[in-house]
């Protein structure tokens, strides 16, 4: 079955940098979409990125727009999400998630079927 394991997160200062990994296993990585997604305390779980299969298009939130870099290694079944200058607004649980079907891709939580257990991000100010 289709598996994601998220690593990475910890305790940052604001204005610094965190890089997360997910990696996937169980079926062909490089055939489907990845996204990240976050929930914060008391929020609903919101789109933070995404990045297609087959030419690694990229979209963004608005909050994390030329702040966040989202990219994949194909070859290591794995997506990351790098995140420079970090807000405490940024704290969060951060899960990556991957579509059902090759085709998926998207900003919303219902494009994605397959999710991670999620990794804690606290920016401390």
């Known amino acids: 079955q289709v598996q994601l394991k998220e690593s990475g997160g910890g305790l940052v200062q604001a204005g610094g940098s965190l890089r997360l990994s997910c990696a996937a296993s169980?079926?062909?990585?490089?055939?489907?979409?990845m996204g990240w997604f976050r929930q914060a305390p008391g929020k609903e779980r919101e789109f933070v990125a995404a990045i297609s299969q087959t030419y690694g298009n990229t979209v963004y939130s608005d909050s994390v727009k030329g702040r966040f870099t989202i990219s994949r290694d194909n070859a290591k079944n794995t997506v990351y999400l790098q995140m420079n200058s970090l807000k405490p607004d940024d704290t969060a649980v951060y899960y990556c998630a991957s579509p059902l079907y090759r085709w998926g891709w998207g900003t919303a939580e219902t494009d994605y079927a397959y999710w991670g257990q999620g990794t804690q991000v606290t920016v401390s100010s």
């Open positions: 169980g079926r062909t990585f490089s055939d489907y979409a």
